[in-house]
């Protein structure tokens, strides 16, 4: 029998000797048996296999696409990869209700013993943040230092290299200024995007004026912000302001990649744009879920430890907290949330343009 089609034993192939012999607990090696350590092992064990496996599909979606140019199916594999990562990170984070079982005192039982290893330490989730997009200038400082002071030269000088490559924010973004469709023959998508907004807002304003259940100090205040997000979002759809933004950190995303980006959320329904708009949904959930479990760990920390130093040296609570906000990497992609309006409102597609957003089939063609 040909070894490829030989019998396997689940203990083998699961490697589990080696797996369920790895909790080696500190507090029984220096004489004082902690219960919860065990808890505490297992479940960022745990994290580490589910990191592993996040890395495995964003290195299957960097890898399309590369190569997206001449394949948009490509799109599909991405959606469905990073649909296994959002259910990932669900886990994850229903994860810490599950250490959230273990009260303080539990944890301190054996919370000297681990100085100064800390989460922070974690080098796969380093690897993550990197391919997804995360860079230095971005990053909050750890004790002021860099985040990799705390691995070896070997593993800091595969984190500067890999910080060199494209990231799946870098490579979304050259994605989206491929984008067809924004100047097609006689429709500028820009220009009709920025009538419809006129008329929106002009409509907003007479609702806000003749309603009789405002008072007109609260007019005043609605038909404000009604105007400041007008002049948002002109100022937006205008490349020289929005390039200074880039400058100057407030945006990331280029100003065409934005544009596209909100021409696929407004058109979501045309057919040729629903992979896409499930793309660039997908990413941005991905994006937020990073985000609630980098709140829930903090808060999770809150209650263990309250405000005490971490054990690898940072702020603990606050870093954490922090962390969970100016981490972001997709963010641009939630600001487009800001510019959408209504489906009444949106400027009606050219026919041409429209068959060619719908995959249009003719008897005979």
Known sequence: MERKYSSVHYSDYLELDRVLTSQNLRSVELGNPAHDEM?????????????KQILHELDSVLDNFHTIEDDETIVGIAIARLNRVTEIQKVMIEQIRVLDTMTPLDFLDFRNYLIPASGFQSFQFRLVEIKLGLRPHTRLTYNDKSYNVVFTEERQKMLKDLETTKSLFDLVEGWLERTPF??????????????????????????????????????????????????????SMD?????????????????KATIAA???????????????????????????????????????????????????????YEYLKKTAEQHQIFKDLHNISTLMIPRSDLPILPEILKEKLNFAFKAGQ
């Open 39 to 51: 808890l505490f092992i297992i479940i960022h064990q745990v994290y580490e296999l589910w990191f």
């Open 182 to 235: 924004l100047e097609f023959e006689n429709f500028n998508f820009k220009e009709q995007y920025l009538i419809a907004v006129d008329k929106m807002v002009e409509r907003e304003r007479q609702a806000i004026e003749q309603t009789e259940y405002l008072p007109d100090d609260a007019k005043l205040i609605r038909l404000r912000m009604l105007n400041e997000s007008k002049a948002y979002i002109e100022s």
């Open 239 to 255: 490349e020289e302001k929005h390039n200074e933004l880039v400058k100057n950190g407030e945006v990331r995303l280029s100003y």
């Open 262 to 316: 909100l021409l696929i959320n407004l058109y979501r329904d045309e057919p040729i744009l629903r992979g896409p708009y499930n793309l660039l949904n997908k990413i941005s959930e991905m994006d937020e879920q990073f985000t609630m479990w980098r709140h829930r760990h903090s808060q999770m920390v809150m209650r263990m430890i309250g405000r005490k130093m971490g054990t690898g040296g940072s702020s603990g």
